[in-house]
C-alpha cells in the first residue's frame, strides 16, 4: 500500500480527472505456507521440508495484500506481482464520477502524489493504473483509508507526461474515472544520468519491472530500459538499498564498521523523499540489512563481541535485538587461503518469507549459513568445515584454496529450496570472480554451471533469480569498469547490460508496491 505518510508534501502542476465506469475486487487469495519451526532448510544437508504451517486467507481488498502479497496475481485490491493489470473489462460497471489530482511530491518530482473523491458511496478499495499513455503499464494499490486516499504514482522517469485513472470498487461493482494527465517533476540534484542497457547473445526478453541500485552517496531506481524513476542522495556512500517490507521506505546503509565494535550507519526515506532518518543502530553494523515482516533483520557486532551476530529491529530501528551470535557456525570453518581480512567478516544477509529464515555469507570462510527467524541454526553450504556443524552440504569448487571456483562470497540467493546463486569474489587481489549455480542435494552442492562474463570485483557482487527464471548479476567494483548489472537468462546468455549501474548491491523488483521478492 503506497499512501503518503508525510501528509501530503507536494508541489508543482496538478491536474484533474473525472467520471466513469467499471472494476471489482476480490478477496486476497490464500496464504502460502507460512514459516514453522526449526527443521534444516530442505536441500542443505538434509532432504527434510521443515514444518511449515498452513498459510490463512488474505482479507478483503488491501488487507489481502498486506497479509499475502503472493496471492491473487492482478486480482482487483492486491498489488500486482509483475507487468499484469487488472482487467477492467470483467467488471460490473456502474454511473458515478471522480474527481481525482495528482500532484509531484516536494523532494522527489518522479514521485506522483494522488488524491480523489467519488459519488460511489459504496466503494471500499482502489486501485490507480497509469502510464505513459492509455495502454498503462503500472498500477498502484489505494490506502482507502488514507486522508483523500493519498497514493503514490512509482516507477515513472522526471518530467513526463502521465495518464492515469482511478478505479474504485466494491464487491464486483466498480467506478472507473476517465483518463487523465499530470507532469512528473524535475529529479533531484545528484540523479544519474538515465543508462540505457545494450542487447546481449540471448534472445529472450528483459524480464520487465525495476532494478534498485546505488552509486557513491545516492540510491536510486531504473527500469527496464534504463529510466531513472527515483532518486535520493544520503550522508555516506552506500552498499545496500531496499524498500520496506510495506513498501512505504527506502532503507539504505553504507560499508560500516569492518573492525571494532562501533560505527556504521542505516538510513530510512519515504518514497516521498521526506523524513529521512539515521536509524542510529547500536554497535558496528556493517554491509548489508534485509526487510522482514516486523522491521529489518542487518549485520552488527556488540561492545564486547569477537563475532558478527544477526540482529533485527523494528521499521524505524527502534529494539534492536540480537538474535543470534554467529560464532555458532563460522566457528567451524576455516579461513580460506589468500585471507585479506581477518576475523568474522558477514557481508550479506537474505530473509526468505515461505520458511521464515535468513540466509548469511562470511567472505573468508567460504561458506553461506542457514538461520530460522529464531536464531536456530538450521544448516550451511560452502567449504568443508573443521568441526562438526549441523547439515552442511560440501560445495563442488568450495576448497578455501587461492585457485578454488568459489573463494570469498557475497551476494547471493537461496531462491529454492535446493538451488543456490552466488557471487564469488575471488582472492582479494588478482582473482577472478565468478557467478556460480548449485543443485544442494543432502550433503553435497552440486556446481551446474559457471559464469564470468561480468567481470571481476574483490568487494560486494550480488545474485538474484527473477521471476522470468532469469537471473540478475551485479559487478560491484568501484573502477572504470565496474558498477556492470546484467540480465542472464538459464543458459547464462546475456540478455542486456548497464555500464556502470551500481557499485554495491543491488535488487529486482517486479512492482515497487508491497512486500520485496522472492520465495
Known sequence: MQSDPA???????????????????????????????????????????????????????????????????????????????????KLEPTSCAISATVTPAADIGMVGVATFSTDFA???????????????????????????????????????????????????????????????GAAPNGTPANNSPVKGTSTAAPTPGFIIAELSDVAYIVNVEGEVVWAHRFPVKLSRAALSWDGMYLYARDMGALSGNSGGAAYRVALDGSGETNLGLPGATHHDLTPIPTGIAYIGRG????????????????????????????????????????????????????????????????????????????????ATPNSDTPNHAKAEGADSKVDSVWRVQHGHDQYAP??????????????????????????????DWQYTGAGTSGILGDTQHLPSGHFLITNSDRGTNGGVVQEIDEHAEVIQTFAGLSAAYSCHRSTLYGPPPGR
Open 7 to 89: 501528509g501530503g508534501r507536494a508541489a508543482g502542476g496538478s491536474t484533474s480527472g473525472a467520471a466513469g465506469s467499471v472494476a471489482a475486487g476480490g478477496v486476497g487469495g490464500v496464504g502460502r505456507a507460512g514459516g514453522g519451526g526449526d527443521a534444516p532448510i530442505a536441500g542443505v544437508g538434509s532432504t527434510a521440508a521443515g514444518g511449515h504451517d498452513a498459510g490463512g486467507t488474505g482479507g478483503a481488498g488491501m488487507a489481502g495484500a498486506a497479509a499475502n502479497a503472493n496471492a491473487g496475481m492482478g486480482a482487483v485490491g492486491l498489488p500486482p506481482l509483475g507487468p499484469e493489470l487488472t482487467d477492467v473489462t
Open 122 to 184: 459504496e466503494g471500499d478499495r482502489a486501485i490507480i493504473q497509469f502510464g505513459k499513455t492509455q495502454d498503462y503499464t503500472l498500477e498502484a494499490p489505494v490506502n482507502w483509508a488514507a486522508t483523500e486516499h493519498r497514493t503514490w504514482l512509482l516507477g515513472m522517469p522526471a518530467e513526463t507526461t502521465v495518464h492515469y485513472r482511478v478505479v474504485v470498487m466494491h464487491g464486483a461493482t466498480a467506478c472507473i474515472g476517465n483518463d487523465a494527465t499530470y507532469q512528473t
Open 303 to 382: 561492545t564486547s563481541e569477537e563475532f558478527d551476530s544477526i540482529y533485527t529491529a523494528g521499521p524505524d530501528g527502534s529494539n534492536p535485538t540480537e538474535l543470534v551470535n554467529l560464532e555458532v557456525v563460522i566457528s567451524h570453518f576455516d579461513y580460506g587461503e589468500g585471507v585479506g581480512i581477518m576475523g568474522s567478516h558477514v557481508n550479506a544477509i537474505h530473509y526468505y518469507r515461505d520458511t521464515q529464515s535468513y540466509s548469511i555469507s562470511d567472505r573468508e570462510k567460504d561458506m553461506i549459513a542457514f538461520f530460522s527467524s529464531k536464531g536456530a541454526l538450521l544448516g550451511s553450504v560452502g
Open 418 to 447: 535446493n538451488k543456490l546463486i552466488l557471487w564469488s569474489n575471488g582472492p582479494l587481489k588478482d582473482g577472478t570472480s565468478h557467478v556460480l549455480h548449485y543443485t544442494i542435494d543432502g550433503t553435497t552442492a552440486k556446481l
